[in-house]
């Protein structure tokens, strides 16, 4: 516990981009036969090291078939609010879920990233009985704990009784309970963010288990029975005060990106696939008149491609939807930058005017039909997926792989893991840095990226900038 907040919390978001730039990147690595562990992969980011785009240090689990999918600190800017008795927390640890074991790992960072260490694991014996959910998703860090989300309720198939979000200490790391007081119309989950003064939250929606732990289920995708809905919620009486259906057809309402100020009531939701016409769409929510509204905002068609060059799963519909599987939104809450990670293209919109998004800039690299290489000659398997903006707003990581057998059904070739990173120009626009290329041991995929310090999905501030 430090005497003073620590330094990497911040205030508003503009004091977060002021502050001194990323050192190391945190990668998750999983196994997708379940033959070895997962991992996590600490990478140097320091321009002009001699160990520059490297791992240069591994924290490999004791356990396999965890699937590692998201991850995120114990503690960030969120512990500043007025509400919380935890300013002076440290961010610390890494809170890792496994979303197909149920199973929790807490890894310490301290006293160097490259000495990261198992710190604690959380059995899913205790996930269950505490609070009746399983397959653990997305982890925040919360003004009163660590808040995490799960895609399956009890049950062997998690299907019995709907997901939702529970609690840890984010000291001791103790499973407390459930979060949801009055759940309303919501059973389905899949992300959630806040704004902390305004006192809301909003969450998403994937799916069951069933539809989606052996591959996507074309017949439920088809029948329009993935998740579509958004949903609103009284952050401090944890109560479901609005709940918004965006058309059966807009399946897979997934990814979702408040604005960074509090004093925006805004934010940006990713629709993976509109089954009318396999286009992908972003779409714009704010509240007025004491009311959430949403609208579609900007729309990705998909792009024709031939049946050779395309897996079983899309050839009857000759074309490559772009499956929008992450967004993530600048610091200073003026770009918005959107993973297709079926047709290969990470897009960057100016989103000034939130309900007005105007692409900006785009890269193409991976894709189910293009193959585009990277700038260095590497080939690069699978597309953009997820991505993660340093504070500055100057530079733009992503990698490669959604989801074990997922990335098996739209890239049946295989995904080897990687790592980029793209250069973002002040006024708009992206180049792929040639000089960043991170590899991974054989046999491991890359999926999320969390940066030293904190980074922009998620630290939530508690006042806005000036």
Same mark, same amino acid.
């Given at each position: 516990?430090?005497?003073?907040?620590?330094?990497?919390?911040?205030?508003?978001?503009?004091?977060?981009?002021?502050?001194?730039?990323?050192?190391?990147?945190?990668?998750?690595?999983?196994?997708?036969?379940?033959? *070895?562990?997962?991992?996590?992969?600490?990478?140097?980011?320091?321009?002009?090291?001699?160990?520059?785009?490297?791992?240069?240090?591994?924290?490999?689990?004791?356990?396999?078939?965890?699937?590692?999918?998201?991850?995120?600190?114990?503690?960030?800017?969120?512990?500043?609010?007025?509400?919380?008795?935890?300013?002076?927390?440290?961010?610390?640890?890494?809170?890792?879920?496994?979303?197909?074991?149920?199973?929790?790992?807490?890894?310490?960072?301290?006293?160097?990233?490259?000495?990261?260490?198992?710190?604690?694991?959380?059995?899913?014996?205790?996930?269950? *009985? *505490?609070?009746?959910?399983?397959?653990?998703?997305?982890?925040?860090?919360?003004?009163?704990?660590?808040?995490?989300?799960?895609?399956?309720?009890?049950?062997?198939?998690?299907?019995?009784?709907?997901?939702?979000?529970?609690?840890?200490?984010?000291?001791?790391?103790?499973?407390?309970?459930?979060?949801?007081?009055?759940?309303?119309?919501?059973?389905?989950?899949?992300?959630?963010?806040?704004?902390?003064?305004?006192?809301?939250?909003?969450?998403?929606?994937?799916?069951?288990?069933?539809?989606?732990?052996?591959?996507?289920?074309?017949?439920?995708?088809?029948?329009?029975?993935?998740?579509?809905?958004?949903?609103?919620?009284?952050?401090?009486?944890?109560?479901?005060?609005?709940?918004?259906?965006?058309?059966?057809?807009?399946?897979?309402?997934?990814?979702?990106?408040?604005?960074?100020?509090?004093?925006?009531?805004?934010?940006?939701?990713?629709?993976?696939?509109?089954?009318?016409?396999?286009?992908?769409?972003?779409?714009? @929510?704010?509240?007025?008149?004491?009311?959430?509204?949403?609208? *579609?905002?900007?729309?990705?068609?998909?792009?024709?491609?031939?049946?050779?060059?395309?897996?079983?799963?899309?050839?009857?519909?000759?074309?490559?939807?772009?499956?929008?599987?992450?967004?993530?939104?600048?610091?200073?809450?003026?770009?918005?930058?959107?993973?297709?990670?079926?047709?290969?293209?990470?897009?960057?919109?100016?989103?000034?005017?939130?309900?007005?998004?105007?692409?900006?800039?785009?890269?193409?690299?991976?894709?189910?039909?293009?193959?585009?290489?990277?700038?260095?000659?590497?080939?690069?398997?699978?597309?953009?997926?997820?991505?993660?903006?340093?504070?500055?707003?100057?530079?733009?990581? @992503?990698?490669?792989?959604?989801?074990?057998?997922?990335?098996?059904?739209?890239?049946?070739?295989?995904?080897?893991?990687?790592?980029?990173?793209?250069?973002?120009?002040?006024?708009?626009?992206?180049?792929?840095?040639?000089?960043? @290329?991170?590899?991974?041991?054989?046999?491991?995929?890359?999926?999320?990226?969390?940066?030293?310090?904190?980074?922009?999905?998620?630290?939530?501030?508690?006042?806005?900038?000036?």
């Amino acid at each position: 516990m430090t005497i003073r907040p620590d330094p990497t919390f911040h205030a508003s978001p503009k004091l977060a981009m002021e502050a001194p730039p990323e050192r190391f990147a945190y990668t998750l690595l999983l196994s997708p036969d379940f033959s *070895k562990p997962d991992a996590l992969a600490v990478i140097d980011v320091r321009p002009g090291s001699s160990s520059f785009g490297q791992v240069v240090h591994t924290v490999t689990m004791p356990n396999k078939g965890d699937e590692f999918h998201h991850f995120g600190w114990n503690a960030c800017s969120s512990a500043l609010s007025p509400l919380t008795a935890h300013t002076f927390l440290e961010r610390r640890y890494l809170i890792i879920p496994g979303i197909r074991s149920s199973r929790i790992y807490v890894i310490d960072t301290k006293p160097d990233p490259t000495l990261a260490k198992i710190h604690k694991i959380i059995e899913p014996e205790e996930i269950f *009985k *505490k609070t009746g959910y399983s397959r653990p998703h997305t982890i925040h860090c919360g003004p009163d704990g660590i808040y995490v989300s799960t895609l399956g309720g009890g049950g062997k198939d998690g299907t019995d009784g709907p997901p939702g979000v529970f609690i840890m200490d984010c000291e001791t790391f103790d499973v407390l309970g459930r979060w949801e007081i009055d759940r309303g119309s919501q059973n389905l989950h899949y992300d959630f963010w806040w704004n902390l003064p305004r006192d809301y939250m909003v969450t998403s929606e994937w799916a069951l288990p069933p539809q989606f732990e052996n591959g996507i289920v074309p017949e439920d995708l088809l029948s329009n029975k993935y998740g579509h809905r958004i949903h609103f919620w009284d952050l401090r009486a944890r109560r479901n005060v609005q709940t918004i259906d965006l058309g059966a057809n807009h399946q897979m309402a997934l990814e979702v990106r408040p604005a960074h100020d509090p004093v925006r009531e805004y934010g940006f939701l990713g629709v993976v696939v509109d089954t009318t016409n396999l286009e992908g769409s972003i779409w714009t @929510w704010w509240r007025e008149g004491g009311r959430f509204h949403i609208e *579609k905002t900007a729309t990705i068609p998909p792009e024709p491609a031939p049946k050779d060059q395309l897996p079983p799963l899309l050839q009857g519909f000759g074309a490559v939807p772009p499956l929008v599987t992450d967004i993530d939104l600048s610091m200073d809450d003026k770009f918005l930058y959107v993973s297709c990670w079926g047709t290969g293209e990470m897009r960057q919109y100016d989103v000034s005017d939130p309900r007005k998004p105007k692409l900006a800039g785009s890269v193409d690299i991976g894709g189910i039909a293009r193959r585009t290489p990277h700038p260095n000659g590497n080939a690069f398997a699978g597309g953009p997926q997820m991505v993660e903006i340093s504070r500055d707003g100057k530079r733009v990581y @992503w990698t490669n792989s959604l989801y074990s057998t997922w990335d098996d059904q739209f890239y049946p070739s295989g995904i080897p893991g990687a790592e980029v990173m793209a250069n973002a120009r002040p006024g708009g626009g992206l180049e792929l840095a040639k000089d960043y @290329w991170v590899s991974f041991p054989d046999g491991y995929r890359a999926h999320q990226i969390r940066l030293d310090g904190g980074d922009c999905s998620t630290d939530s501030f508690c006042y806005p900038s000036v």
